[in-house]
């Protein structure tokens, strides 16, 4: 019989009714805001447009199934997050083994790392690494990319080539003088079945 209603779907009795294409998504978008990636699901703890489930993310478990991800964006979200442990144990959890978790984050060094009072921590390179180890286990994942990204200003010159040399010494002794703008870094789920 025709229907004027949005095409549903009703497999996954946790999720919400949302159209298929969202339902079927591969991809996960945590901490999303109103700027969801495209065809991804939304977890917020608010409910702006596009988000499809509004939760804390502190809080285990979230309301998505176990290895169902391929793909998790986490973009200027986990500074938010207070219990980041939780939240690496939980996308580990979500993930199919292979998946990718993408995440960019202000450097410690930079003025929107400081500026933002909502912001409960602050990110060095090492810092997400260190979170994955501790929260699954050195077997549980692996860095895929990790690095820290510049303005582009002609100010950041000198600071970017000590960073290229030695990555721990641009941030030991020059981060404060050439601040930095982000870290970007990526992981790869690893599980054994
Ligand atoms: C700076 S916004 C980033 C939004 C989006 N990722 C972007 O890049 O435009 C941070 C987001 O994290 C969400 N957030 C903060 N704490 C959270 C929590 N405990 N659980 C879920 N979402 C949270 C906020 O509601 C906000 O939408």
């Known amino acids: 019989m025709p229907t004027s209603e949005p095409m549903t779907a009703s497999i996954d009795k946790?999720?919400?009714?949302?159209?298929?294409?969202?339902?079927e998504s591969l991809k996960l978008d945590v901490?999303?805001?109103?700027?969801?990636?495209?065809?991804?699901?939304?977890?917020?703890?608010?409910?702006f447009p596009g988000v499809d489930h509004v939760h804390d993310v502190n809080q285990a478990p979230w309301p998505l199934a176990n290895n169902r991800f391929e793909f998790?964006?986490?973009?200027?979200?986990i500074e938010h997050f207070a219990n980041c442990h939780v939240v690496a144990r939980e996308m580990h959890r979500v993930c199919k083994n292979g998946a990718l978790i993408e995440f960019i984050t202000p450097h410690y060094s930079s003025y929107a790392s400081w500026g933002d009072p909502t912001h409960v921590h602050h990110f060095a390179l090492a810092s997400i690494p260190i979170l994955f180890e501790q929260a699954v286990g050195a077997s549980g994942y692996e860095v895929?990319?990790?690095?820290?990204?510049?303005?582009?200003?002609?100010?950041?010159?000198?600071g970017w080539l000590v960073y290229k040399l030695s990555p721990k010494k641009y941030e030991k002794h020059l981060a404060w003088m050439f601040p930095a703008n982000e870290i970007h870094t990526t992981i790869r789920v690893?599980?054994?079945?």
């Open 14 to 23: 946790s999720l919400p009714s949302y159209p298929v294409a969202k339902l």
């Open 72 to 77: 998790i964006r986490c973009q200027h979200a």
């Open 190 to 193: 690893r599980k054994s079945h």
């Open 31 to 47: 901490g999303c805001g109103g700027h969801c990636l495209p065809d991804a699901v939304g977890l917020d703890m608010f409910a």
């Open 144 to 158: 895929v990319a990790n690095e820290i990204k510049f303005t582009g200003s002609v100010t950041d010159v000198f």
